[in-house]
């Protein structure tokens, strides 16, 4: 017997959700208006996020391109295998503009072109203009291919948030009142504050507060590219987004993702859920850090024979401290990988140094910690692009093609 992974009342509940935004079409057209550099410019300038994006142009005119690394070294593209540089860290807008201020200083960084920020989606962050202006930087300044934000959903919210998705899908949620009118789900399991493990534990249907949480966060910032933690949250995604093809998930290699068993488990839940033009709101999957280079490459070639349309392939080439083993490199086997011929991205939690925040600590300080440690946060993810920049030169050295952000190329 074959069981659907939705069930008719989960579907049912997703639909409700939908509808109460105003339908898949009203919100790709909403998410699609807030994407514009100008309106996201007047809004943020509304919050008091002018300057700082003033600020941000500025150090822009500064940052180094491709062409003129191309051309010094006489660079050309002689093998198959392409890699996409993506970089993890960007904490909101004063961390985001700190490194870029260093980038621009230093003159001598390709910036990635895949943003990775691990902020709570709370309501200070999604409504004051922090992530508004994040974005502004991200995706239209600095013209990142991806911004990913992150929704876990042991944050607190207003009470108010939660009564409202029950009232609209008639399901219940286990929550604590944390008075001032918050409340909070109830994880049963070990992990951070925010949720075991950044979120991984979604119980019941808590698929429906993530999945509430992302759209709002869309619908007021143009967000549209979300990390997604857990199976519930997976499976109830790509139904999700079979009615809204403006937003896209990235799968986290928290999940687990260590070996080809585990990939083929997420090409049939992808499959199940295809919309209706044989496309997928899964862009990118994390392989986990316990696979060999012979597995990233057999997950490829089981993707490009299922017949499933293209997914991003990401291995971490150095993570922080608190995420593995200590001294991680996978570098070397990057280098395997790529001369295979198979596509990856290169994905960098840390740069394999110590520093202070160079560990998920940074990725849960409170709105005002965060704020204040600006700076500090913003040195690691500079010494973390500075790494991935090292390490795509080298791979463009050896004949392959890196990609980085719009800003990187002179004709963008």
């Known amino acids: 017997m074959h069981f659907k992974l939705l069930s008719d009342r989960d579907m049912k509940a997703i639909d409700a959700l939908i509808d109460d935004f105003g339908g898949g079409e009203e919100i790709c057209k909403k998410i699609d208006q807030l994407r514009q550099y100008e309106t996201r410019k007047k809004l ?15 150090y822009a005119r500064d940052f180094p391109k491709v062409e003129d690394f191309v051309e010094k070294e006489k660079i050309k593209v002689t093998k198959p295998g392409v ?27 390709l910036f990635p072109t895949e943003m990775i920020s691990v902020v709570a989606l709370t309501d200070h962050y999604v409504y004051s203009g922090d992530l508004l202006a994040t974005l502004a930087m991200s995706e239209n300044i600095i013209r990142a291919s991806k911004f990913c934000s992150t929704n876990l959903i042991g944050i607190p919210l207003p009470e108010h948030r939660f ?25 049963k399991n070990m992990g951070t504050a925010f949720g075991n493990l950044g979120g991984v534990e979604v119980g019941d249907n808590n698929h429906l507060v993530y999945l509430d949480g992302i759209t709002r ?33 990235k ?16 090409m049939n ?18 392989i986990g850090n316990a696979a060999s280079p012979e597995t990233f490459v057999q997950c490829a070639e089981d993707l490009k024979a299922s017949g499933l349309p293209d997914v991003s392939l990401t291995a971490h080439l150095r993570i922080n401290p608190d995420l593995g083993m200590e001294d991680f490199d996978w ?8 001369d295979t011929g198979t596509n990856i991205t290169i994905k960098y939690e840390s740069d394999g140094e110590s520093r202070p925040y160079d560990t998920m600590e940074a990725y849960f300080l409170s709105d005002q910690e965060r704020d204040a440690k600006a700076d500090l946060i913003g040195d690691v993810i500079y010494h973390k692009c500075i790494r991935c920049d090292k390490d795509a030169r080298e791979i463009m ?4 093609e890196a990609r980085f952000a719009g800003i990187a190329y002179k004709k963008s």
């Open 331 to 338: 570098t070397d086997k990057a280098h395997q990988v790529l």
């Open 397 to 400: 050295r050896r004949g392959h």
């Open 44 to 58: 943020a300038g509304d919050k008091g996020y002018g300057q700082m994006l003033e600020q941000a142009e500025g």
């Open 269 to 286: 839940i992808i499959k199940e859920y295809l919309r209706d033009d044989g496309t997928t709101p899964i862009y990118e999957i994390n």
């Open 83 to 109: 890699c996409t540089t993506q970089v993890s860290g960007f904490q909101g807008s004063g961390v985001t503009l700190d490194c870029m201020r260093r980038v621009a200083q230093n003159q001598d960084v």
């Open 163 to 187: 009564a409202r998705i029950e009232k609209i899908t008639a399901e219940k949620f286990d929550r604590r009142d944390l008075g001032d009118g918050l409340s909070q789900l109830i994880l």
């Open 217 to 249: 966060s869309a619908l007021e910032t143009g967000a549209n590219f979300f990390l997604n933690p857990s199976w519930s949250t997976i499976v109830a995604a790509c139904y999700y987004g079979r009615q809204i093809p403006a937003i896209t998930f």
């Open 251 to 266: 799968i986290s290699m928290l999940l687990s993702t260590q070996n080809a068993v585990q990939f083929r488990m997420l």
